[in-house]
């Protein structure tokens, strides 16, 4: 793909996004402990590049939940098609919503609504960080962001403290799920070479200023007759992850150098 520069109207500086040239191999093979740990420390990495920034108690927060899982041994993300809400109404999203006061941390919020949209049990989701910094949503809310790995089984039957730490992790079956059927109409996994396909990728501005890549998903729903709100102008109907979901998966593709 052709190298694109922009220019944010924030800064009045130039910032290149492509897809990076050297991916990393162990991304287009399914999940393991060993790639679990590096992703660990790639947040945590990244995590140092912007200032801490402190929740603050005026404001109202919500949490969502970067799903990472292997399906049919292809490591990639679960993303949702929301249903009919008053917002946001057939946009894809990750799980997520508002903190609520028995919530003890973000985190833990992030994967009670995982439980509660999709039926994934909390001893399934292992957290491995932060993507930042949160941002504000169009309905004021400041969405805090994490990546978790879904196992395919609770915590206590993911695996033996002797096995290889390179053995592929189990495969989550998508037929497991448990939709909350007022809040998600589909559910699909979006597979890492699919979403650094050029072919695949959108110019976009977040917030109007700072250029992204949204991805194209259309034929990775599998119910065709769910309607679409985002339809693009070729007027066939083309969903994206774009937005505050696409934006946070920029983000999250950035670390692990998948974009650059």
Not at 58 to 65: G, I, N, R, S
Not at 117 to 142: A, K, N, T
Not at 191 to 198: H, S
Request: glycine content about 6%; hydrophobic content about 40%.
């Amino acid at each position: 793909m052709m190298l694109r520069t922009f220019t944010t109207a924030s800064t009045n500086t130039a910032s290149s996004i492509l897809p990076h040239p050297n991916l990393t191999a162990t991304l287009f093979s399914p999940f393991t402990r060993k790639s679990l740990t590096a992703i660990r420390a790639a947040l945590i990495k990244s995590a140092q590049e912007y200032p801490p920034i402190v929740a603050d108690p005026k404001e109202k927060h919500a949490a969502v939940l970067i799903p990472l899982c292997n399906v049919k041994d292809q490591p990639g993300i679960l993303l949702e098609l929301r249903g009919k809400l008053k917002t946001h109404s057939g946009e894809v999203s990750f799980p997520g919503g508002r903190v609520d006061p028995a919530d003890r941390t973000f985190a833990e919020a992030a994967v009670r609504e995982t439980r509660e949209e999709v039926g994934v049990l909390s001893d399934q989701v292992e957290i491995l960080g932060q993507v930042g910094p949160p941002e504000l949503s169009l309905g004021g809310l400041r969405v805090w962001p994490y990546v978790g790995f879904i196992h395919a089984t609770p915590k206590l039957r993911r695996y033996d403290d002797d096995d290889d730490l390179g053995t592929p992790l189990p495969s989550l079956r998508m037929d497991s799920l448990t939709l909350s059927q007022f809040e998600v109409a589909v559910a699909f996994h979006l597979p890492f070479p699919i979403a650094a396909a050029p072919t695949r990728l959108q110019v976009h501005h977040f917030r109007g200023m700072r250029p992204y890549w949204a991805v194209e998903v259309s034929d990775l729903i599998k119910d065709p007759q769910t309607q679409f709100s985002r339809v693009t102008g070729d007027g066939k109907g083309k969903v994206e992850v774009w937005g505050l979901t696409g934006w946070y998966l920029f983000q999250f593709m950035k670390v692990l150098k998948i974009y650059e």
